[in-house]
Protein backbone atom coordinates (compact mmCIF):
# COMPACT_ATOMS: atom_id res chain seq x y z
CA UNK A 1 0.00 0.00 0.00
CA UNK A 2 1.59 3.07 -0.78
CA UNK A 3 2.43 5.35 1.92
CA UNK A 4 4.16 8.63 2.76
CA UNK A 5 4.50 9.75 6.31
CA UNK A 6 6.42 12.86 7.45
CA UNK A 7 8.50 13.29 9.96
CA UNK A 8 10.65 16.77 11.15
CA UNK A 9 8.12 18.74 12.40
CA UNK A 10 7.85 20.96 15.73
CA UNK A 11 8.22 24.12 17.30
CA UNK A 12 11.01 26.17 16.71
CA UNK A 13 11.70 30.47 17.37
CA UNK A 14 11.62 33.45 14.66
CA UNK A 15 15.10 33.04 12.50
CA UNK A 16 15.11 29.15 13.25
CA UNK A 17 15.49 26.16 11.09
CA UNK A 18 14.02 22.71 10.65
CA UNK A 19 14.35 20.02 8.51
CA UNK A 20 11.05 17.86 7.23
CA UNK A 21 11.22 14.38 6.08
CA UNK A 22 9.18 12.84 3.26
CA UNK A 23 9.73 8.56 3.78
CA UNK A 24 7.57 7.15 0.64
CA UNK A 25 7.29 2.98 0.75
CA UNK A 26 5.01 0.93 -1.71
CA UNK A 27 5.80 2.76 -4.62
CA UNK A 28 8.58 2.77 -7.16
CA UNK A 29 10.13 6.28 -5.90
CA UNK A 30 11.26 7.32 -9.08
CA UNK A 31 8.09 6.65 -10.85
CA UNK A 32 6.61 9.79 -9.13
CA UNK A 33 7.88 13.71 -8.39
CA UNK A 34 7.16 15.20 -5.06
CA UNK A 35 5.86 18.17 -3.22
CA UNK A 36 5.84 20.15 0.17
CA UNK A 37 2.79 21.61 0.62
CA UNK A 38 1.16 23.61 3.79
CA UNK A 39 -1.97 24.74 4.91
CA UNK A 40 -2.21 27.14 7.86
CA UNK A 41 -5.61 27.59 10.12
CA UNK A 42 -8.55 28.92 8.20
CA UNK A 43 -6.60 28.91 4.83
CA UNK A 44 -6.17 26.67 1.58
CA UNK A 45 -3.60 23.97 1.28
CA UNK A 46 -0.61 25.50 -0.59
CA UNK A 47 2.65 24.63 -2.56
CA UNK A 48 5.47 25.63 -0.85
CA UNK A 49 7.94 23.35 -3.08
CA UNK A 50 8.51 20.65 -5.60
CA UNK A 51 8.99 19.31 -8.75
CA UNK A 52 6.73 20.05 -11.63
CA UNK A 53 5.89 17.50 -14.28
CA UNK A 54 9.11 17.65 -16.09
CA UNK A 55 11.36 17.25 -12.92
CA UNK A 56 12.03 21.06 -12.52
CA UNK A 57 12.17 22.71 -8.97
CA UNK A 58 9.24 25.04 -8.37
CA UNK A 59 8.59 27.13 -4.42
CA UNK A 60 6.20 29.54 -3.57
CA UNK A 61 7.08 32.83 -4.01
CA UNK A 62 7.36 33.56 -0.15
CA UNK A 63 10.04 30.71 0.70
CA UNK A 64 12.50 31.05 -2.24
CA UNK A 65 15.79 31.28 -0.81
CA UNK A 66 14.84 29.90 2.60
CA UNK A 67 13.36 26.51 1.39
CA UNK A 68 15.07 23.98 -0.50
CA UNK A 69 13.81 20.64 -1.94
CA UNK A 70 15.68 17.63 -2.09
CA UNK A 71 15.40 14.14 -2.56
CA UNK A 72 17.35 10.49 -2.23
CA UNK A 73 16.15 7.67 -3.92
CA UNK A 74 17.96 5.44 -2.40
CA UNK A 75 16.54 6.14 0.69
CA UNK A 76 12.89 6.95 -0.69
CA UNK A 77 12.67 9.98 1.16
CA UNK A 78 12.01 13.64 0.51
CA UNK A 79 13.39 16.57 2.24
CA UNK A 80 12.50 19.95 2.65
CA UNK A 81 15.02 21.94 4.36
CA UNK A 82 13.65 25.35 6.45
CA UNK A 83 15.50 28.11 7.10
CA UNK A 84 15.20 31.70 8.59
CA UNK A 85 11.29 30.84 9.59
CA UNK A 86 8.82 32.90 10.46
CA UNK A 87 5.66 32.97 12.74
CA UNK A 88 3.37 33.23 8.71
CA UNK A 89 5.26 29.73 8.00
CA UNK A 90 3.68 28.01 11.17
CA UNK A 91 1.11 25.66 9.11
CA UNK A 92 0.81 21.61 9.17
CA UNK A 93 3.33 20.23 5.94
CA UNK A 94 2.07 18.27 3.85
CA UNK A 95 3.85 15.88 1.56
CA UNK A 96 2.46 14.94 -1.52
CA UNK A 97 3.13 12.07 -4.41
CA UNK A 98 2.25 11.90 -8.15
CA UNK A 99 2.56 10.27 -11.28
CA UNK A 100 3.56 13.20 -13.79
CA UNK A 101 1.29 13.80 -16.59
CA UNK A 102 -1.51 11.00 -14.64
CA UNK A 103 -3.93 11.91 -11.72
CA UNK A 104 -2.20 9.73 -9.36
CA UNK A 105 -1.42 11.94 -6.29
CA UNK A 106 -1.63 11.08 -3.22
CA UNK A 107 -0.57 12.60 0.05
CA UNK A 108 1.01 12.17 3.78
CA UNK A 109 -0.81 12.70 7.37
CA UNK A 110 1.03 16.22 7.47
CA UNK A 111 3.30 17.70 10.15
CA UNK A 112 2.65 20.53 12.72
CA UNK A 113 5.27 23.17 12.17
CA UNK A 114 5.44 25.93 14.73
CA UNK A 115 7.00 29.19 14.52
CA UNK A 116 6.79 31.85 17.67
CA UNK A 117 7.61 35.41 17.84
Known amino acids: QAQLVESGGGLVQTGGSLNLSCTAS????????FGWYRQAPGKQRILVAG???????NWAGSVKGRFFISRDAAKNTVYLQMSRLTPEDTAVYFC???????????WGQGTQVTVSS
Open 96 to 106: NARIPYTRTTF
Open 26 to 33: GITFNDYV
Open 51 to 57: YNDGGKE
